[in-house]
């Protein structure tokens, strides 16, 4: 559904992204893999189109979805199409309440409010406060939230696990088997190797702004000189 | 000076506090969402009186004249916006406030020579002429009240609509972290234009109601631009909450600060100099309050933006 060819971005005159590829069918987790400052929010940004938005632009490449080329629509256009964001850093809006962050800019479908706050119980729970007030791991759950209640048909999630304390982490983790047990589409960039190991069917590994290897997680535990030369530290 | 002058003065203050404030609220969020600074916002508020001043005197009904004059400083802001400030929003501030600054040279010109240099004044409607009776022989324009109720009103309702629709809180969430509302699927610019126009309206609004206690003339929305902007930056960029707090600050540490300084001045100086440091020391007072507040609390009394 998603299909990502030779992308080149950068921000200002500081080129970043080079030649990026990957693409999604229906259904599948794929995991974007790389070290710290490789390009993965960058080639996040550039498929949402917010780059423009943020003092960059695409040079190159082309970004199909559903068939169609997105590449230089405004943000809010391609979101509507059905991809739904959870960025990095969590980005809840601060002074909105719990209840306000997750319908301010929901959309009809089959996500609703009810099904979101079973998912996460916590949100209930916590639903007059102040998005600024809540903890990390429920900040994190709040913007997975409101991008299901946007009720996309591919789901972002940058860094969606970082920094989170090991439980959390864990029912995020459950949250994430269990959306693409429903068949929801995800694409995923994250450090924690063993859980994207189990929930991905695609990984791809990216490289100072190039996708230098590309391949199902067997094939990566089948070979370990590709996660020495790009992942570790 | 007696309490009683004290209590007009601190209700002139509130009263000028309220239109501070519906001028502050569409610069605030128009700041907020866009990150965009508009000191042409000021022309709304002048464009405002204007068109008030000329509708009274062409229908001789001060309430027409209000009724005409709103659409007409919506219409106004909307090509405004259209026409210059789209085409700043990507570019850096000071682009900004060179491009707008020059709006509001050219816009100044531009009434002088529809309406000319002189003053115009607009009589107090008659219905709301006179005075109330605050306790005996103590009285406070009526129209001075009215401008305060409305002003009250006005608040609350835009009070409302911010803090308890949908459409409020994306305006919210879009004055904490506009590309992110935008990734969500939220046409930005189209809210903003709605921000914008409300914005504008507003300013005319207060711009209107000021007209009948003012003199109208060209370059009146200069001195309010500049209080307006000390509003925003004590209440918090982005804040309409802040932005009313701190008007009805700005506007009584303004009007009793004119009113008691030179008083406070007599206490150690002869009457001409200390009508002159007075003077001089009142006008400074809200900047020196604004460094105050901003030394205690940088970002504002109600900071929007995250981190
Ligand atoms: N807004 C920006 N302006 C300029 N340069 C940026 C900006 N954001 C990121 N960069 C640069 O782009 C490069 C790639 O950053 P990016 O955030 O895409 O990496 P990443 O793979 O997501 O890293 P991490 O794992 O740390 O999140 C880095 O060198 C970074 O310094
Ligand atoms: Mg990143």
Redesign the interface.
Known sequence: MLRVDSLAAGYGHSQVLFDVSLGINAGQVVTLMGRNGMGKTTTVRALMGMLPALGGRVLAGRVGWQGASIIGQPAHAIARQGLGLVPEGRQVFPTLTVLENLTATARPGPWTLPRVLALFPRLGERAGNLGARLSGGEQQMLAIGRALLTNPSLLILDEATEGLAPLIRAEIWAVLAQLKAEGLAILLIDKNLGAVMRLSDHLVIIEKGRSVWSGAPEALAAAPEVSQTYLHV | MSTQLLLIQALNGLQFGVLLFLVAAGLTLVFGVMDFINLAHGVQYMLGAYLGASFAAATGSFWLALLLALPVALLAGLALEWLVFRHLY?RDHLAQVLATFGVILSLNQLVRMVWGSAPLQVPVPALLEGGIQLMPGLTWPTYRAAILLAGLATAGLLWLVVERT?LG??V??G??????????????HRLFMLVFGCGAMLAGFAGVMAAPILSVEPGMGDTVLILAFVVIVIGGIG?VRGAFIAALLVGLIETLGRSLMPDLMRLFLAPSPARQTGAALASMLVYVAMAGILAWRPRGLFP???G
Do not use: F
């Open positions: 990507a949908r809180a994306l919210r969430a004055a904490s972290n506009a590309p992110m509302v935008a990734a969500l699927g939220v046409d930005i804040s929007v933006r995250a």
